[in-house]
Nanobody, 126 residues
Framework: QVQLVESGGGLVQAGGSLRVSCAAS????????MAWFRQAPGKERECVSA????????LYADSVKGRFTISRDNAKNTVYLQMNSLKPEDTAVYYC???????????????????WGQGTQVTVSS
C-alpha cells in the first residue's frame, strides 16, 4: 500500500511559478512510476507529466512542455512538479499518482495508476 500526500499548491499570478510536491509512504518508492494529473471543473482528468521509477524517462502533455518539469528524489520518496510561466488555463486540482510498472507505456492513462493523492489546488489569476 502506498499513501501519497501532495503539497505546495496555491494562488499565483499568470507568468509566475509554483512547485508542487508529493510525498509517498513505503520503502520501495523507486519501483513506482509517478505522475501528475490535473482536473479542472467540468473537464476530464488529464495527465500533465509522468516519470519512470528510475527517473530516466519523463513525459509531458503538449500544453505544458517547456514550462513544467517533473523530477523525483527516491531517497526522499518525493516527486516534484516545477511549474513556470503559469497560465490561467493551468488552474485545476493537481493529483499525484503512483503505479508499480517498469515501462513508460500507458503512463498517460489514469487507469494505469493504483494509488492517488487527495489533490492540491493550483489557481492562476490573470
Amino acid at each position: 500500500q502506498v499513501q501519497l500526500v501532495e503539497s505546495g499548491g496555491g494562488l499565483v499570478q499568470a507568468g509566475g511559478s509554483l512547485r508542487v510536491s508529493c510525498a509517498a509512504s513505503g520503502r520501495t518508492f523507486s519501483r513506482y512510476a509517478m505522475a501528475w494529473f490535473r482536473q479542472a471543473p467540468g473537464k476530464e482528468r488529464e495527465c500533465v507529466s509522468a516519470i519512470t521509477g528510475s527517473g530516466d524517462i519523463t513525459l509531458y502533455a503538449d500544453s505544458v512542455k517547456g514550462r513544467f518539469t517533473i523530477s523525483r528524489d527516491n531517497a526522499k520518496n518525493t516527486v516534484y512538479l516545477q511549474m513556470n510561466s503559469l497560465k490561467p488555463e493551468d488552474t485545476a486540482v493537481y493529483y499525484c499518482a503512483a503505479c508499480a510498472v517498469s515501462t513508460p507505456w500507458g503512463l498517460r492513462r489514469p487507469e494505469t495508476y493504483n494509488y492517488w493523492g487527495q489533490g492540491t489546488q493550483v489557481t492562476v489569476s490573470s
